[in-house]
């Protein structure tokens, strides 16, 4: 099963599940945030506090994300080889953007293909409490 490596090695360096929210610590532990980080870094080159305040706006809060898990997961997915890193000025540290590479395009697919069906099941879970409430 090496296809789950570079995912295992992800989610250590997203810190686990990280959430107190049973929902959003079981989308976390299913690799949600390296999937959210590579689609955002597939669209278009991002860095690290725009990829935190993207991915807190599109998943409503649910996934509030700090620099100590961001961070150590850009770093991973990089070593990993799934984002390259680009520093905005090369001559001094500033921000450093991220791009999705080739083997990150595959692994997004992969994650979405894994991850969907969760997804799936907590949307007909949750229109299923709205139903009945």
């Known amino acids: 099963m090496t296809e ?3 995912l295992e090695r992800a989610r250590a360096a997203a810190g ?20 959210l980080v590579l689609v955002l870094c597939g669209r278009e080159p991002c860095y690290g506090n725009q990829l935190m305040e993207r991915i807190a706006e599109l998943t409503g809060g ?3 994300v700090n620099p100590n898990t961001m961070y ?4 991973q997915l990089e070593a990993d080889g799934l984002i390259a ?3 905005e000025h090369p001559e001094r540290r500033s921000r450093r953007f991220y791009r999705l590479t080739p083997a990150g395009e595959a692994e997004r697919a992969r994650l979405a293909a894994d991850i969907r069906p969760r997804l799936d ?3 007909a879970a949750i229109e299923a ?3 009945e409430l």
Do not use: C, H, T, V
């Open 4 to 6: 789950a490596a570079p």
């Open 16 to 35: 686990g599940a990280g959430s107190s929210d049973p929902l959003a610590a079981g989308l976390r532990r299913s690799g949600l945030l390296p999937l």
């Open 62 to 64: 649910l996934l509030a």
């Open 72 to 75: 150590p997961l850009l770093r």
């Open 85 to 87: 890193g680009e520093w």
């Open 121 to 123: 099941a907590a949307a």
């Open 129 to 131: 409490l709205r139903a």
